[in-house]
Nanobody, 122 residues
């Protein structure tokens, strides 16, 4: 079992910044951030693998940065130029599953944190 604990959520005005952190109880190759707004499906936001390959959903490119600490047990999500549509519950996910070179972080073998609320007001 892998435990994931997120922190860093909060309320900010549009254009502001927040930094989310997710601490894993052990190293996992793939770590990702997802978000879910009220009434909407959960959306993948960004992923980093153990080789520091990064990917982002198009809507956050240039504004969000995902990174890991040296021990690769903490993943961060630096969120700049926040927009109201970025609001939601942000959850950290971890997985060791890779298919065709891509991390699979929303599968049956994934671990999830409890989530942290991000609210961006206009």
């Amino acid at each position: 079992q892998v435990q994931l604990v997120e922190s860093g959520g909060g309320s900010v005005q549009a254009g502001g910044s927040l930094r989310l952190s997710c601490v894993a109880s052990t190293y996992v190759f793939c770590m990702a951030w997802f978000r879910q707004a009220p009434g909407k499906e959960r959306e993948w936001v960004a992923v980093v693998d153990g080789r520091d390959n990064l990917k982002y959903v198009d809507s956050v490119k240039g504004r969000f940065t995902i990174s890991r600490d040296n021990a690769k047990t903490i993943v961060y999500l630096q969120m700049n130029s926040l927009k109201p549509e970025d609001s939601g519950i942000y959850s950290c996910a971890a997985s060791s599953v890779v298919r065709a070179g891509r991390c699979i972080t929303n599968g049956a073998d994934s671990y999830w944190g409890q989530g942290t609320q991000v609210t961006v007001s206009s």
